[in-house]
């Protein structure tokens, strides 16, 4: 990855080596001229450049007549929930979510608590790249406070929620064990926890920043989770990034779920409840296919990337989305990815159901990814996909995002990343040997094309 993207869903680099103050400073003032002052809303993740961030963010605001209300450290979904709850004009999530611990990052939010989409986003980069900010006098500068209930806002309105019953999740005393990368998920998930009746037991809880593995919650990653779960003998685990906008979860034989199964999990149970269209991304498991057809309700497909799953489950008004990293959304609590909400969804389908954590995910129909890359260097993608397009025109071919050939009970995805020059090959199929075989397929296919050109 370079060290510095700049792209309309903000400003992500490695601090000290492309993300500077000045960097940093632009892109707030890029956004506070935007927004055109207002309250603003900022909270960060725990990392240890959050300070230098967090105060040239705070600077470029205040500097375009923007109110800062500053939440500090919180998980990315508690910053969206309070722009909403505040009725502020927009936020700034400082984090590069699941990104190692040199990398920084912005998140802008809208009025809504939704991220900023395309179009808002381009504003923001025009004032950027034009250098073309607001300039307010004196008198006009922005005021700076803090509010402190932020993360207790948080809590209540997922313990409120209509699908959660906490004397019924409580009457199970579970056991769980909890690992937050030392991220912002010590902030939320002890108090959260402990207030649904919980046991429990964490590790890397200090939101010190200082991530002790690689921060995504894949299952390489969350290995001690695991063996931590066995030993205790505990009903369940959870992993969150240290943004806490994704969940991975454990079961009691120290077996992770596999991320696109939080999404499966929670769709399950939130579809037992109420009805609704589903919205994820076009990279989600098949499960979710299976899991609506049960319930009889439609899937929506979005591109990849929280904000086009957020706008269309609005449109649709969609009874739960999100998409397949962990990431869940509930439109009765905010159109973000949630990681504290999954949890609550999670234990209650355990409570309601009276299954362990083994015997839910094993409820659940089973599929299996494959993840590849292939790097394209100064090729042009269009070209390559207009050769695959080509090659397979045959097959059902679904076009949301890049290309995705499906077949009765596997599918490929191909698409080019948007920050970086490779191809993404996921595969799915009823096994994980199917599912690499069909990945391996693709890869020497691109591979053939690429060296034609
Ligand atoms: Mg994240």
């Known amino acids: 990855m370079p060290n510095l993207m700049i792209s309309i869903s903000g400003i992500r680099g490695i601090v000290g080596d492309g993300l500077t103050p000045q960097t940093v400073l632009n892109f707030a003032m890029g956004l506070g001229s935007y927004l055109g002052g207002g309250k603003v809303i900022i909270g960060r993740d725990s990392r240890v450049t959050g300070p230098m961030v967090q105060h040239a963010v705070i600077s470029g605001l205040l500097a375009t007549g923007c109110d800062v209300v500053d939440i500090g450290v919180c998980p990315t979904p508690t910053v969206q929930m309070t722009v909403e709850k505040l009725k502020a004009r927009g936020g700034i999530a400082i984090t590069a979510s699941h990104n190692p611990i040199e990398w920084n990052a912005l998140k802008l939010i809208d009025s809504s608590g939704m991220f900023l989409d395309e179009t808002q986003g381009k504003e923001v980069l025009k004032n950027v790249e034009k250098n073309d900010y607001r300039n307010v006098t004196w008198d006009q500068v922005g005021k700076l406070e803090k509010y402190e209930k932020a993360i207790d806002d948080h809590i209540k309105a997922i313990l409120k929620l209509k699908l959660i019953d906490i004397d019924e999740i409580a009457k199970r005393k579970f056991k769980v064990v909890v690992d937050c990368v030392n991220g912002a998920g010590g902030t ?25 593995r690689s921060p995504e919650p894949l299952p390489e ?107 869940v959304l509930l439109p009765e609590l905010h159109l973000g990815r ?64 890049g290309i995705k050939i499906l077949w009765k009970d596997r599918w490929v995805h191909i698409r080019p990343s948007n920050t970086e020059p490779i191809i993404r090959i996921y595969s799915e199929a009823k096994s994980s040997e199917e599912a690499e075989a069909l990945g391996f397929k693709f890869i020497q296919a691109i591979q053939e094309i690429i060296e034609e050109k």
């Open 188 to 212: 939320i998930l002890p108090s959260l926890l402990k207030q649904l009746g919980c046991e429990t037991t964490f590790i890397n809880e200090e939101p010190t920043g200082l991530f002790p």
């Open 221 to 327: 990653n969350i290995t001690e989770l695991c063996e931590k779960v066995k030993s205790e003998k505990a009903d369940i685990g959870f992993a969150v990034d240290p943004d806490v906008d994704r969940l991975a979860i454990v079961s009691d034989e120290g077996k992770p779920f596999g991320e696109e199964y939080t999404l499966v999990s929670a769709v399950n149970f939130v579809l037992s409840k109420k009805n609704g269209p589903i919205v994820v991304n076009a990279s989600v498991t098949q499960a979710i296919d299976d899991v609506a057809a049960k319930f009889n309700t439609k899937v929506f497909r979005t591109k990849v990337g929280e904000i086009f799953v957020a706008q269309k489950m609005k449109k649709e008004k969609a009874a739960i989305g999100g998409e397949g990293n962990g990431g």
């Open 338 to 401: 949630d990681a504290p909400l999954a949890i609550a969804l999670t234990l209650q389908q355990l409570a309601s159901s009276g299954m362990s954590s083994t015997e839910l995910h094993q409820s659940l129909p089973q599929y299996f990814q494959g993840k590849n890359r292939i790097e394209i260097k100064d090729l042009d993608v269009n070209s390559v996909l207009d050769a695959i397009l080509k090659k397979y025109k045959k097959e059902n071919i679904d076009k949301t995002d």
